[in-house]
């Protein structure tokens, strides 16, 4: 209770004290005035000027000092907000005697005048009330008519559903409007074809209220849900249908036509009395509004946050749920405090920010609701496009909804800056026209562009590069086109954010002169301090530069051995033959062996016993080969079979050797064909696989025969 006492007193002073500005411009010239005479630079010219007009000497006009202090500009703000709740005690005051005047006035009143025109207003009124009821009647039915037609259908038909029942609205609110001028002019005026002001007020004030809750029968449909233009329950449209129709009819009704017939025909006091009444029981039948959906609107908003993660936005919804009904509370008492102290000036201007704030609010929605669904939908690449660039659709999705949330804090921005603006607390309008507001909005949307078309540049070349490393269209990729292809996404990716970020900072006014003096004395400091890393770049450089290896060859760097993977300006990344892999660092490699650059060989070699037939093993040798160039692999050897020669013998084996040239890295698949031939060709043709012999001798060195259990050999 407490917190809403403070609150609603913060609230009253400041509208307070803006009522009170809003008044005749008399008090400002005196402040004015004020203010040039407490200060002595301006009484100086005032003075000066003062004695020139006496000697008839033209001057210019002296401006009030345009830069106060802080203290100063607290004083002044305290010193209206003072006069401001003053402003309001007063108000109050005279509206109670205008009440007692009023009550006094109204035994002069004309008695028979009065029933005149009450008389006339009965009969205007009941043609015009009468018929308008029948009218919603035949409307109410032809819209249930509409809408039972369109339920189920498309977005387009219910659109078109909801409009065809305000056009029936509103011709019934036309058609009741004419009857009742019909009446008011045929038979109620003093003569026909006259009219009484009291008759058209009653009209007028018919026309714009009877429009007003037509605008919220549109939105709510209450009694049929097809025609609806908002996703609400039948309860809850008939609720705030129920409440918006009364407090409208209820305050548009008095101030449109009963105060202003009371105050002419009674006693202003009156009519101002029940303004007061009315007023004070639209923002009891408000409060109660609130109080009565504190919990339910607490619950949604937390259901939204909910729906986004607790983020940001999300805990903001969660704040505001707590809190809403305050805010309601203390901006309906500040409403009816304003229309006290100033109801000419501040109640418009009030009025008018809150309609401004809450169109600014709506559009707001609507357009990050539409961001919201962008994004949940995501984005959508065609089926040729996907194929070509497999990771675009990835790409794109993972910076697009990027782009959607700034835009969404950007329209968040965008809705507060146009409340600010309504209520006057900022004048963006004019700072925007300003130079400054221009060249500050000017270097902003600059520096977003230039963001926006390096993210583009990186887009278009990452997409680039991925179709030329794509082997299922154009010409597929060699080992070289592949390495350089990365690096060159890689160091360009690099230079766009960096050469970015530069620009953007000096169009928003940063001088980055020193920032690239500072990256200079950076770079140098990492040049003794990190002299391995200086090392590995160094040494990655010269080895692209001779091109000793590329993606997809097989290497032996150090004591490591493998399928290079992947390969920067520092280091290379090699898989072994178990999958295990290894990251090198170049300042670590003294040597790299490439396996597979040109042509690449398979050598084989066959361990024979001793006593086996050479020429009948070479045969087998060259019939093995023979299989492998009728099988699948003959368009990977580009050679005829090395000759198969005897490299070696021992006392038991002898060893062969042949080799097998095939493109590079495309030997293991015919040498692994023809060594499983050369094993089955030796075992079909009876030669025997070397084999260990054991001899015994004496201890005197005498050869002795094996044992009866044992064979000379095993």
Excluded at 137 to 147: A, C, H, K, Q
Excluded at 247 to 267: C, D, E, K, Q, R
Excluded at 397 to 412: K, L, S
Excluded at 552 to 581: F, N, P, Q, Y
Aim: aromatic share 8%.
């Amino acid at each position: 209770m407490r917190a809403l006492i403070v609150l609603i007193f913060l609230m009253f002073t400041p509208l307070a004290a803006f009522a009170q500005t809003t008044a005749p411009s008399a008090d400002a010239s005196i402040d004015e005035l004020i203010s040039i005479i407490e200060n002595d630079d301006t009484r100086a010219v005032l003075i000066e000027r003062l004695r020139q007009t006496e000697a008839g000497v033209p001057t210019a006009p002296v401006e009030a000092p345009q830069d106060l202090s802080i203290a100063r500009q607290l004083a002044e703000y305290t010193r209206a907000v003072a006069e401001g709740a003053s402003a309001t005690f007063r108000s109050l005051g005279q509206v109670v005697s205008d009440l007692q005047q009023g009550l006094s006035g109204t035994q002069n009143a004309d008695i028979t005048a009065l029933a005149n025109i009450g008389f006339g207003l009965l009969i205007v009124g009941a043609a015009l009330f009468g018929s308008f009821l029948i009218l919603r009647i035949t409307v109410s039915w032809l819209e249930g008519y509409i809408g039972s037609r369109i339920v189920g259908r498309g977005w387009l038909l219910r659109i078109a559903g909801a409009i065809g029942g305000v056009v029936l609205d509103l011709g019934a609110v036309l058609l009741a409007w004419g009857i009742g001028y019909f009446v008011a002019l045929a038979f109620v005026g003093d003569s026909p074809g006259r009219m009484g002001i009291n008759q058209s007020l009653l009209l007028n004030a018919f026309m714009l209220v009877e429009l007003t809750k037509m605008v919220v029968r549109a939105i709510l449909a209450p009694r049929h849900e097809p025609l609806r233009l908002i996703p609400v329950s039948d309860s809850n449209a008939a609720y705030w249908q129920f409440w918006a129709a009364r407090i409208i009819s209820l305050v548009g009704y008095t101030f449109l036509f009963i105060a202003p017939v009371v105050s002419a025909n009674l006693s202003p006091g009156i009519a101002a009395a029940i303004q007061v009444l009315v007023m004070a029981t639209a923002v009891t039948i408000g409060i109660i509004i609130v109080l009565q959906n504190r919990d339910d609107v607490r619950n949604w908003l937390t259901e939204m946050a909910q729906t986004r993660g607790n983020n940001g936005y999300g805990q903001a919804l969660i704040l505001l749920g707590r809190y809403w009904h305050l805010v309601a509370i203390g901006y309906l008492l500040a409403l009816l405090v304003v229309w006290f102290a100033n109801p000419e000036q501040a109640l418009p201007f009030m009025l008018g920010a809150t309609l401004q704030s809450l169109i600014a609010i709506v559009v707001g929605v609507i357009i990050v609701g539409f961001i919201a669904r962008f994004v949940g939908i995501g984005l959508r690449v065609p089926d040729d496009i996907k194929q070509r660039l497999p990771l675009l659709e990835t790409r794109l999705q993972a910076f697009v909804p990027t782009v959607m949330q700034v835009v969404r804090w950007v329209v968040i921005v965008g809705v507060v800056v146009a409340i600010a603006q309504a209520w006057a607390l900022f004048d963006f309008v004019g700072w925007i026209s300003s130079d400054d507001g221009q060249a500050v909005a000017g270097s902003v949307i600059s520096a977003i562009l230039i963001i926006l078309v390096c993210f583009a540049i990186h887009i278009a070349m990452s997409s680039w590069i991925e179709y030329r490393l794509n082997p299922n269209f154009g010409t597929a990729p060699t080992p070289r086109e592949k390495t350089l292809l990365g690096l060159f996404r890689n160091a360009a990716t690099i230079a766009l954010v960096v050469f970015g970020v530069m620009l953007a900072l000096a169009q928003i006014g940063v001088n980055i002169a020193p920032l690239l003096a500072g990256a200079g004395v950076i770079g140098l400091a990492i040049g003794f301090g990190a002299q391995k890393l200086v090392q590995d770049i160094i040494t990655g450089i010269f080895i692209q530069f001779e091109n000793v290896m590329n993606e997809g060859d097989v290497v032996a760097v150090g004591d490591k051995s493998g399928v290079v993977e992947k390969l920067t300006i520092r280091s290379v990344t090699i898989r072994d033959m178990s999958g295990t892999v290894h990251l090198i660092p170049f300042s670590s490699v003294d040597q790299v062996s490439n396996m597979v650059r040109g042509f690449s060989f398979y050598v084989a070699e066959f361990d024979v016993a001793y006593d086996s037939d050479i020429e009948q093993v070479k045969q087998v040798m060259r019939d093995a080969f023979e299989v492998v160039m009728a099988s699948e692999h003959r368009d990977v050897i580009i050679d005829v079979l090395d000759p198969p020669a005897l490299v070696s013998m021992t006392a038991n084996q002898m060893k062969l050797r042949s080799r097998i040239k095939t493109l590079a890295g495309k030997q293991w698949g015919p040498g692994r064909l023809y060594s499983e031939t050369v094993k089955r060709l030796l075992a079909e043709r009876g030669i025997m696989a070397p084999s260990q012999t054991i001899t015994y001798r004496s201890v005197d060195g005498r050869r002795l025969p094996p044992p009866d259990d044992m064979s000379e050999s095993e």
